[in-house]
């Protein structure tokens, strides 16, 4: 690798949208446990607002330095790796989702990452989706992992067509759920209708309670809740005794569960064996990340304020030829 330096969406403090920058900045280098990333996509998260505009470090702690290069997820290929990997090569294609919100770095060209953080591409992905996904495909795996959900029980996903949602609701279909999936307004339903789910009602119309009662007339056994607003109320009602919730920890106001039923929050962790889990599993079938608009780099601001607004699935910034679709 010759060159020095590149391309990368920045902030110099927190704040809104208008604080993000399209600079040149230096290259990082990997550590030795640590591959360096050309990356050819990188998703935008509902979550990275919070981390643009500080509200994240608040409640957390900690601070990121500056120039922080916002982005926690991405595909690309590797560029080099650290003495101490063994597990990669130079031009593999990979993608990796990263926890260590302080770091950030995926909105450049390129980025390292801590090599027990990346897994190569499952078959039938390419790098776009693969870009677009791995945060939310973790939380939505480490989800349904924390509802310990089994073969034959009737699920719950509400926010089935958002990022988390749209993804859980392929693996909860995997591992043999019957799955209600609530979403957000008619296109929506029509997304996860056509990814599988067993039934499907805007979560923002008339009906919310019928359809729940229709689908589990003797209770739901788990319900994974991505969002909270009015409508979950009549889908906590329509659990069984017995039956579990599992929420990642930022749904705000936490979900209550009713009597008899436990509710559990969750971090989305990536260890390298939930990584495989999720590649075995998205293997096993056709495999859909919806993306619903694309970026170039230096729209990273208007990205910010597109994943604000309604908007299913996710939204991406192509990073490698620097142009959008």
Known sequence: MTTTTMQAAVIDRF?????????????????????????????????????????????????????????????????????????????????????????????????????????????????????????????????????????????????????????????????????????????????VRQLGADAAIDGHGKGVEKAVNEFAPDGLDAALVTANDKSLGPILEAMRPGARIAYPHGVEPEPKAPQGVKAEGYDGESTPERLKRLNRLIEQAPFHVHISARYRLDQAAEAHRAVEEHHLGKITLKIASNVAD
């Open 15 to 191: 704040g809104g949208a208008d604080e993000i920058k399209h600079r040149d900045i230096a290259v990082p280098k990997p550590a030795r446990d640590e591959v360096l990333i050309r990356i050819d996509t990188a998703g935008v998260g509902a979550w990275d607002p919070y981390l643009r505009d500080g509200q994240y470090f608040e409640e957390a702690g900690g601070k990121p330095r500056f120039p922080f290069v916002l982005g926690v997820e991405g595909a690309g290929v590797i560029e080099a790796v650290g003495e101490d990997v063994m597990d990669f090569d130079e031009g593999q294609a990979v993608y990796t989702y990263s926890e260590d919100m302080e770091r950030g770095g995926f909105y450049a060209e390129y980025a390292t990452v801590k090599a027990d953080r990346v897994t190569p591409l499952p078959k039938g992905l390419d790098l776009e989706a693969a870009g677009a996904m791995p945060a939310d495909a973790i939380t939505a795996l480490c989800g349904l992992e924390t509802l310990d959900l089994e073969s034959g029980e009737t699920l719950a996903i509400f926010g089935a067509s958002g990022g988390i949602g749209h993804i859980a609701l392929q693996l909860a279909k995997r591992m043999g759920a019957r799955v209600i999936a609530i979403a957000s307004g008619k296109d929506g339903v029509a997304l």
